[in-house]
């Protein structure tokens, strides 16, 4: 079991080392040394090779299924399992699921982020006028709410290398969210608004079918009614999670002097991951959502199979033992297998930003490699072009020991609707052949959500072989192929 949290450790070095390339450039050009005059890269009018330009028709993306739930069966302490499909955020009610189906008062939250190997407990009173949160080790942070003024006095304390700290500061309220009394208030009551609806969920059609192929017909463990007020209660318990912790998240920020900030490293992140996938989670109208948790929050089913069908029976087993899930570790790791497991896979529903990120390398003692990428039928690259609508390249680095970088705006062109169902992304490679260079160099790819900086996916790293040119490169040394289902906002990838 607590394998799982070496795997946490790499989730939170690629995080560090997507920091660290960020740098790269700029020491490269420290570290450079001009061995050639090159020309100015000329305007050779080739930004687009498409023979028309993409006729835009931007629309928000509506995430299907982008949180998937694991309701708990009879006789549980917690009555269900929230997964991020992307795997960078979990959340767990502790409340109950009785011998009969009926759902038990709301009494608190867990909340994983996939950069912290603990979870985060939230605790909610007076109708939503106060909330407190907590994390491993006994530090709190708890937020007085003022409806009126609509501030929110928070207060932080506990222990940093053995000292004391406490602070305080104030906030704005809907600057972290909106809507956040009515989230508070339609949970605290939810058990009592639902009083009759009996949620039984039944697994045997996915437990006894665990090779069952993806694309089945998807078999739910919920009826249509419980499943959609199910639904409509996730929806709430995320969109608690989210402003509550971007409130916390606030309020140390304006606290110029308060500088263990870290200790609520992993509160600040579980409150950017939510609101970096899908902002009406936090913004959205508790009064007004249904649609959108329909949509977005959606039961497991045989669908599902190939990534949770290994881990389905375990967490039925900690939500029906759970309870006071910030000190068992042994049952919040198990959440943290899952992430994991999810954050590896090459397929993700497309939620705000994602981008591809191309890293061409070169060694110390190679001088000015140029590099061309295409996508959508535009490139850019010395000679290829200069600017592209989802190509954002860093331009020519003539240097020894040298990085280009190019960001393709994957989401951008999805949201303008001119991602075709399927596409590749190509990157070429060649020494200019002024400035001498020669051999191998290097190429990395990455799938990124750069609201978070969580990785998805493998990285893929290759050695590659450029050739020789003194214009635009033309050596091929890498791809990605893309499958994009608008309908279901599912993208998936291979590195070639």
């Not at 989230?183 to 639902?194: G, R, V």
């Not at 068992?328 to 497309?350: G, Q, R, Y």
């Not at 190019?406 to 949201?415: D, N, P, W, Y």
Request: aromatic fraction near 10%.
């Amino acid at each position: 079991m607590n394998t799982s949290l070496p795997r946490m450790v790499v989730g939170l070095g690629q995080t560090a080392l997507t920091l660290i390339v960020s740098f790269l450039p700029y020491i490269a050009q420290i570290q450079s040394v001009s061995a050639h005059v090159k020309p100015a890269m000329p305007d050779c009018g080739c930004r687009s090779t498409a023979s028309a330009p993409l006729a835009k028709n931007p629309r928000a993306i509506v995430p299907q299924k982008i949180f998937v739930m694991l309701p708990a069966q009879v006789y549980s302490k917690n009555s269900m399992a929230i997964l991020h499909d992307s795997g960078e955020v979990a959340v767990v009610p502790e409340d109950k699921i009785d011998k009969n189906g009926k759902l038990g008062k709301f009494k608190r939250l867990y909340g994983f982020w996939s950069n912290s190997a603990a979870p985060v407990e939230i605790k909610v009173a007076a109708g939503g006028s106060k909330f407190t949160m907590k994390v491993p080790g006994g530090n709190t942070v708890s937020a007085t709410l003022n409806k009126t003024t609509g501030l929110a006095m928070v207060k932080v304390k506990g222990k940093l290398n053995g000292q004391k700290f406490a602070n305080s500061s104030f906030v704005n309220i809907s600057d972290h969210g909106t809507f956040w009394f009515e989230t508070a208030s339609k949970l605290q009551a939810y058990s009592k608004t639902w009083a009759g609806m009996r949620f039984k969920a039944d697994y045997s059609a996915l437990l006894g079918a665990t090779a069952a192929p993806r694309g089945s017909v998807n078999t739910t463990v919920l009826g249509t009614a419980e499943g959609a007020v199910m639904g409509n209660y996730g929806w709430l318990l995320t969109k608690l999670a989210a402003i509550s912790a971007s409130i916390v998240g606030g309020g140390i920020e304006n606290m110029a002097a308060f500088e263990p900030s870290t200790v609520f490293a992993s509160i600040i992140g579980l409150g950017l991951a939510i609101t970096g996938f899908y902002s009406p989670v936090k913004y959205g109208d508790p009064a007004t959502h249904t649609d959108v948790a329909n949509g977005v929050f959606g039961s497991i089913d045989t669908g599902d199979l190939d990534v949770y069908g290994a881990f389905i029976a375990q967490i039925l087993d900690l939500l029906r033992l759970g309870g006071a899930l910030l000190n068992s570790s042994t049952l919040w790791t198990l959440i943290t297998e899952v992430m994991n497991e999810l954050l590896e896979k090459p397929t993700h529903t497309l939620a705000n930003g994602i981008v591809l990120k191309i890293l061409y390398t070169w060694p110390a003692d190679q001088s000015d490699l140029d590099t061309s990428t295409t996508f959508l039928g535009e490139s850019v690259g010395y000679a290829c072009g200069s600017s592209s609508d989802y190509l954002d390249w860093t331009g020519d680095d003539t240097g020894t020991g040298g990085l280009e970088q190019v960001t393709c705006l994957i989401s951008q062109a999805a949201e303008d609707q001119v991602l075709p169902a399927n596409f590749d992304i190509t990157a070429k490679a060649g020494w200019y052949a002024p400035a001498g260079g020669s051999g191998q160099a290097f190429l990395e790819m990455y799938l990124q959500n750069p609201e978070t900086g969580t990785l998805y996916g493998p990285r893929r790293q290759l050695t590659i072989n450029p050739g020789v040119q003194s214009g635009c490169a033309a050596t091929p040394v890498g791809s990605a192929s893309f499958v994009w289902d608008a309908a279901n906002t599912r993208l998936t990838w291979t590195f070639n």
